[in-house]
C-alpha cells in the first residue's frame, strides 16, 4: 500500500480519476474519501476529518489528492502524512472559477489552494489554461490581504507544476455512431453551461467557440440536449469535432499517471 489517495469530494471526475488510479495501483494503494457534497465545508474541514480517519501506515510513499483537500493543513496534522511524497491535481482552480462579482469569491478557498501548492512536491494541472490561469493570478489575489503580503509565491510555485490531463476511457457507442467508438465522445465534449468559460472545462483548450445547440443552463436542459441528439444525429453531425481526442486516453495518459505515482525511497526508513 505505497499510494495514499484522499479525495475530499468523491463524485464526477474526482470520482472517476480516483477509481481509474485505484483500478490501475489495484493491491498498492489505500483511497479515503469524502462524499461529493456540501463542496464548501469539504474545502474548509476536509483535512480535520481525514487527520482522523486515515489508517496509519509505515509503507505509504506517495499521497495523491485534489485541490479540494486543504494539504497544508492535513500535513501539519499528521506529520506522518507530511513526509510523504505529495501530489495535488487540480481539476479547476479556485483562482480563476467563474463568480458572478469579484466580491462574491471567498477568498479562503483560493488562499487554501495556494497553502496547498506550497507544501506539495508535485502539482499537476488538468489543462495549461487552468494551470497558467491559477498561477498568473496568484499575484493580484494575494493584494487582496490588506498589508504584510506575502511575496514572489508564483514563483516559488511554478517550478514544480506540470499538465497531465484528465484521463478517458471512451465508451463503446461504434453501433449508433458509424463505428467509431470515440464519436459519442467527442459530441459530449462540446456540451458546456451557458455562464462557464468553456477553457475551464478540462479540455476547454481544443476548443474555441461552441455552437448553440450544445449550450445548457440548468441539469433538465442538459437531458434534453442529449434526448434530442439521440433523435437527430444529423444535429450533431454537421459540428462534429474533428480534433484529435488519442492523447485524453486512458491508454495514453495512464504511463504518465503511472510514473508520477512511482514509489520512491522513504528518507526515514
Known amino acids: 500500500m505505497s499510494v495514499l489517495l484522499i479525495e475530499a469530494f468523491y463524485g464526477g471526475s474526482h ?3 480516483m477509481d481509474l488510479l485505484q483500478e490501475e495501483l489495484r493491491d498498492d494503494c489505500v483511497l479515503c474519501t469524502l462524499p461529493a457534497k456540501k463542496w464548501h465545508w469539504k474545502a474548509r474541514t476536509a483535512a480535520l476529518y481525514f487527520m482522523q480517519t486515515v489508517p496509519a501506515s509505515t509503507n505509504y510513499r506517495i499521497l495523491f489528492a485534489s485541490s479540494v483537500l486543504n494539504l497544508a493543513e492535513l500535513a501539519a496534522l499528521r506529520p506522518d502524512l507530511g513526509k510523504l511524497k505529495k501530489v495535488l491535481y487540480f481539476h479547476e482552480n479556485q483562482l ?24 506539495a512536491d508535485v502539482v499537476v494541472f488538468n489543462s495549461a489554461f ?3 490561469s491559477f498561477l498568473t493570478s496568484i499575484g493580484r489575489f494575494m493584494k487582496l490581504i490588506p498589508d504584510h503580503r506575502p511575496k514572489d509565491l508564483e ?7 506540470q499538465v497531465l490531463y484528465f484521463p478517458v476511457r471512451f465508451p463503446d457507442v461504434s453501433r449508433e455512431h458509424d463505428k467509431d467508438p470515440e464519436t459519442f465522445f467527442k459530441v459530449l465534449l462540446q456540451l458546456k453551461e451557458k455562464d462557464l468559460p468553456f477553457h ?28 434530442n441528439f439521440c433523435k437527430r444525429p444529423d444535429i450533431v453531425r454537421k459540428h462534429l469535432y474533428k480534433g484529435e481526442t488519442a492523447g485524453f486516453a486512458w491508454a495514453a495518459l495512464g504511463g504518465k499517471f503511472r510514473s508520477l505515482l512511482a514509489a520512491e525511497p522513504r528518507e526515514d526508513l
Open 15 to 17: 470520482k472517476q480519476l
Open 96 to 119: 480563476a472559477y467563474p463568480v458572478q462579482k469579484c466580491q462574491e469569491r471567498d477568498f479562503q478557498y483560493g488562499y487554501n489552494q495556494i497553502l496547498s501548492c506550497l507544501v
Open 130 to 132: 487552468n494551470m497558467e
Open 155 to 161: 514563483k516559488i510555485i511554478r517550478p514544480k507544476c
Open 200 to 227: 475551464v472545462s478540462v479540455l476547454g483548450e481544443t476548443f474555441t467557440e461552441v455552437p448553440a445547440e450544445y449550450l445548457y443552463s440548468t441539469p433538465e436542459q442538459l437531458f434534453k440536449r442529449l434526448q
